[in-house]
């Protein structure tokens, strides 16, 4: 699991985490932020990480009550040490990470719009 490192006085933005007040493993990271809305993904686990088929809707407002919770915290999350060191230029694993960015790089430019986000499954 990350560690989790307060951020005092952040506001929501793309990139950070609010840990909730009911559980503090509970955390819900900003993805994307458009005029009116912002989406993000509940992270408290790999796990849940890896299953997470599209990032929710949420207002300010309901950003706003949650962080609001007794125990609430904006801030955020370190990477695991194994994906924070690039494979080596040229070797097996760089070229298996290339083959699999190619893979979902459709994807990944399809959710930098809003419309990519708001269409239903």
């Known amino acids: 699991m990350s560690d989790f490192i307060p951020i005092i006085g952040a506001a929501p933005s793309v990139g950070l985490v609010l840990r909730t007040g009911t559980d503090p493993k509970a955390m819900l990271r900003i993805t ?3 005029q009116k809305r912002m989406f993000a ?3 408290s686990t790999p796990a849940m990480a890896r299953k997470a088929s599209r990032p929710q809707q949420f207002s300010l407002a309901q950003l706003e009550e949650l962080a609001s919770a007794e125990g609430a915290a904006w801030g955020q999350l370190t990477l695991p040490s194994r994906l924070c060191t690039p494979p080596i230029a040229d070797s097996e694993e760089a070229n298996r990470l290339e083959e ?6 459709p994807l990944v ?6 419309a990519g986000l708001t269409l239903s499954v």
């Open 32 to 34: 994307h932020s458009f």
């Open 41 to 43: 993904l509940w992270v």
């Open 100 to 105: 699999r960015w190619q893979l979902i790089r």
């Open 109 to 114: 430019e399809a959710v930098r719009l809003l």
